[in-house]
């Protein structure tokens, strides 16, 4: 009895062992290595651009749909399978992401600091401009808007690789059952090794996966492409780029006016004047090129891209033009007078609007939003919105000066033997249903 009593008294000092789960780690983006910045071609035979990397892109930023289980399980699912068949490339995910996804990731992800700056998000600079070599999306044209938004006041867009996830899909190019092709051709475009280089196979990246008990991690590597394995397309593959025009738009007060010059901001779809809450319609004075065009008294306006004009623009009554043409497109929204018809004008003509002496929306004046966010400031008395199109083409010749490169489905070839479409007629006819007669089926 006292062996047994004594054995008892011994086991109460046991301890049980419990396991916890791997703890997430979450870095700042300012530690990941500066951008990759590509470069983009003109094909023979076709309109689109050809993607050419001078070096394997590193650095990631994936942006989802919100309020979207499908879209979040989409992006762990794509992270992974990145982190595992290309371990030297880092992933960034927007702060509010970041912090719900964490733990869903067995790797460092990257995010930037969240800053008490008061400068409204899209006025301030972020470090995502200067490390973002590539940016996927997951969802639906929204959700490509608001990559875009991200880079709304730098001049310099990283390629957006889209899968199609949303309502409509009128943007977005891919499915995602496709993502393992589609980011691979994103990520090989352009590329050309010697003739006894690596090509197509079933093996994967020779750098070894994410340690983070290693003494080094990939992430201080230089990637070359002599270490990519199983992923050459060809000597003449790349991905096909459609380079979307942005608007450069101008916001000023009176105060700024006669101050500081206002900050540059850039819209991939619109920008929209409206007269919010107010009962009362708006008086906004209009001219073209320095030369007084009209008054609009309306419920407000619409100043949109090529882009946009499959928006808000056409549901105003605007009409559809082609994503390569450079033009700009100013819709009014319900104006009073019938012969008041949307205008096109060239992209480099000014457009400058001001604030009507008879409109009566008071001290707030008229409300302002940009690709879908609204500035916390109208336009009100004395102040004026300058908007005119962003040259996507440098004087010396080169693309990619500006504009929103955007990746399309499918590859082009360096002598133009592949199929050159955008996309866009499919998109009309199987989404807008163009021109689609009554009562017939398909």
């Known amino acids: 009895m006292k062996c047994a009593s004594r054995k008892f008294r011994i086991q109460n000092w046991y301890r049980s062992f419990s396991s916890t789960c791997r703890r997430s780690i979450v870095k700042d983006v300012t530690e990941l290595p500066d951008r990759v910045n590509p470069t983009y071609q003109e094909t023979k035979g076709n309109d689109l651009l050809s993607l050419q990397w001078p070096s394997p892109p590193r650095n990631i930023l994936l942006v989802k749909k919100d309020c979207s289980q499908a879209a979040t399980d989409a992006l762990v699912e794509f992270a992974k399978h990145i982190q595992t068949a290309y371990p030297a490339i880092s992933i960034i995910l927007e702060p509010s992401i970041a912090s719900s996804l964490q733990h869903s ?14 400068t409204p998000s899209a006025l301030a600079p972020s470090p995502i401009h200067a490390k973002t070599d590539l940016v996927t999306t997951f969802g639906g044209d929204g959700t490509i808007l608001r990559a875009s938004s991200l880079f709304s006041s730098t001049t310099s867009v990283p390629p957006i690789l889209s899968f199609s996830m949303g309502t409509l899909g009128f943007l977005g190019e891919w499915k995602f059952r496709d993502y393992k092709r589609a980011f691979r051709e994103a990520y090989m475009s352009g590329v050309r090794l010697p003739p006894r280089g690596p090509y197509l196979s079933e093996q994967t990246s020779s750098l070894p996966p994410y340690d983070e008990n290693a003494s080094t991690h ?10 990519i394995r199983g992923k050459f397309l060809g000597p003449h593959r790349s991905s096909r780029v459609l380079l979307r025009s942005r608007l450069k738009i101008s916001i000023s007060s009176t105060s700024s006016i006669a101050t500081n ?14 007269r919010g809450v107010s009962p009362h319609l708006t008086h906004l004075s209009i001219s073209i090129s320095s030369r007084p065009l009209t008054t609009a008294i309306a419920d407000g306006l619409i100043i949109s891209t090529p882009t946009g004009s499959t928006a808000y623009s056409l549901s105003s009554g605007g009409s559809i033009i082609h994503p390569l043409v450079p033009s700009i497109l100013l819709t009014p929204i319900c104006p009073r007078s019938l012969s008041f018809r949307p205008l096109v004008l060239p992209a480099t003509a000014p457009i400058v609007i001001k604030l009507g002496e008879l409109s009566r929306g008071g001290e707030k004046g008229v409300d302002v939003s940009v690709d879908g966010v609204r500035m916390e400031r109208g336009l009100g008395e004395g102040g004026e919105v300058k908007v005119w199109g962003e040259e996507v083409r440098t004087r010396e010749g080169v693309w990619g000066g500006g504009g929103v490169p955007c990746l399309m489905r499918g590859r082009g070839g360096e002598d133009g033997d592949e199929d050159g479409d955008d996309g866009w007629v499919g998109g009309l006819n199987g989404l807008l249903k163009f021109n689609y007669p009554f009562g017939e089926e398909e």
């Open 105 to 118: 990731f067995p790797f460092p992800i990257y995010t930037p600091r969240s800053t008490s700056s008061s």
């Open 218 to 227: 990939p992430l201080t590597q230089t990637p070359d492409w002599s270490s």
């Open 261 to 274: 010059p206002p900050p540059l901001l850039h819209a991939m779809n619109e920008i929209i004047l409206h």
